[in-house]
């Protein structure tokens, strides 16, 4: 009798993913837990296994499909001569929903709706399907859909009409959860949302093909999960960025003659900028936190888990390296070159990607003195770093060359005011310019 495989659950908010790649064709026999099928998501490329052993009969998918919970993947005959057992459940990392809770912004008589963009920066974990209603506006003389007072508010401070949202709580009542996934999905969706009155929209593109020839290329996943996540935090946090030099001539030279050791790992200036950073979020706590816009508490962290953005030819993603504040240096420097070949090679795990406290990138080997880096929602900073230069400066009243460093410094400015932005750039300076200061409080 022929067995029917069917994509399982994958976790709570995912209802579809895309057939990255077919590991089987029509005809093979397959062991039980054997990988068939990868999935992609957002922002890793996940292997499927199949619980059954059989001789494939038909595979239902093609790479690039998107299916969806319970879509029939291939179908097999059983071995006849197999010892037959109980199927094991088949192995999937779960993929977590990354839910932002939204942000207040000044409020407004007339809602304006989120508009969709695509900034180019670090990205941060990726946007979830959202349960949406039709995007027609709803009559004013239906009755108002059951929601709380907070979500009530935050919807008004987002403006978004509750009327188009679908709830998912008790007899369709409107959470905060719902609110957030569609204000995401929204942000990830090719047409903005609709209007209200007095509201702004993005104007549809011209036609550009009364110009000149045009290609046009569809976004990746990725691609349109970093837009949506991207747009979603430049919307709702009001970003300033602090910009310094620093002279790193010493810590080099000395970083220099760590790297030759034979067989030690490569230790770059991330690696040191990560113990650098953990020396300051421990003096400058604000910092490491989140803002709760439901409530309007600030989460302070007990834990420093660090996010470096990495750039792979599928777009840009931000491994997590965890608990730094307890880790040596070289065994960093291993964990990052392993977590950079597996972001490149399309092989992390979601989990690889969640609970960051702060995140850093680093475009020294790209070029560029300064930039504005978009904070990676919901941390409340970030840390841009460029490339370092032979400089004169003026050092005990005599120009000398050094190695200066510039950083970018972009905060939240709800949560970190200009002046401990300030000392904490002067904080990191400080250590990353005395490499004894770095080694004792790192």
């Not at 508010?153 to 709580?169: F, I, P, S, Y």
């Not at 990725?222 to 010493?250: F, R, Y």
């Not at 600030?298 to 030819?313: L, N, Q």
Request: glycine fraction near 8%.
């Amino acid at each position: 009798m022929a067995i029917e495989f069917k994509l399982p659950s994958l976790g709570q908010g995912v209802t579809s993913v895309d057939v990255g790649s077919l590991l089987v064709a029509a005809g093979d026999t397959i062991d039980a837990d054997q990988e068939v099928i990868e999935i992609e998501t957002e922002k890793a490329v996940v292997p499927l296994p199949c619980p059954h052993a059989g001789k494939i009969v038909k595979l239902h998918v093609k790479v690039g499909d998107k299916v969806s919970e319970g879509a029939v993947l291939l179908t097999l005959e059983p071995i006849a001569t197999a010892t037959t057992a109980a199927p094991k459940a088949p192995v999937v990392q779960p993929v977590a929903p990354k839910v932002a809770p939204p942000t207040p912004v000044v409020e407004s008589s007339k809602p304006i709706p989120v508009a969709a963009s695509t900034p180019a920066s670090v990205v941060s974990p990726a946007a979830v399907t959202a349960p949406v209603a039709s995007t027609a506006p709803a009559s004013d003389a239906a009755p108002p859909p059951p929601a709380g007072p907070a979500t009530r508010r935050m919807a008004r401070e987002l403006g978004v009409e509750l009327r188009r949202v679908k709830g998912t709580g008790p007899g369709g009542r409107i959470t905060a959860d719902d609110l957030h996934a569609f204000v995401r999905h929204s942000l990830g969706s090719a047409s903005p949302l609709v209007a209200t009155s007095g509201a702004i929209v993005i104007p549809p593109l011209p036609d550009f093909t009364h110009f000149g020839p045009i290609e046009r290329q569809p976004m990746s996943k990725l691609g349109k999960a970093s837009a949506a996540n991207l747009s979603l935090a430049w919307q709702i946090i009001p970003h300033v960025t602090q910009h310094e030099t620093v002279d790193i001539t010493e810590l080099e030279a000395s970083r220099k003659r760590f790297a030759q050791a034979e067989g030690a790992p490569k230790v770059t200036m991330t690696v040191l900028a990560m113990k650098a950073i953990v020396a300051a979020l421990k003096s400058f706590p604000q910092f490491n936190s989140s803002y709760d816009a439901t409530s309007g508490d600030i989460v302070f962290k007990r834990y420093f888990h660090i996010g470096v953005a990495v750039d792979t030819e599928h777009g840009l993603v931000v491994p997590v390296l965890r608990n730094v504040d307890q880790k040596t240096v070289l065994a960093l420097a291993a964990e990052l070159t392993d977590l950079s070949h597996r972001a490149r090679s399309r092989r992390l795990q979601i989990s690889d990607m969640q609970g960051g406290c702060f995140t850093i990138t680093n475009l020294g080997g790209i070029g560029g003195s300064f930039f504005t880096p978009i904070v990676n929602y919901p941390e409340v900073a970030i840390l841009g770093m460029s490339r370092a230069t032979q400089q004169y400066v003026i050092r005990n009243g005599q120009p000398e060359i050094r190695l200066m460093l510039p950083l970018s410094l972009s905060y939240d400015h709800r949560v970190i005011n200009g002046a401990d932005a300030a000392r904490f750039v002067v904080k990191l300076s400080g250590l990353l310019s005395d490499p004894f200061q770095l080694l004792s409080e790192a």
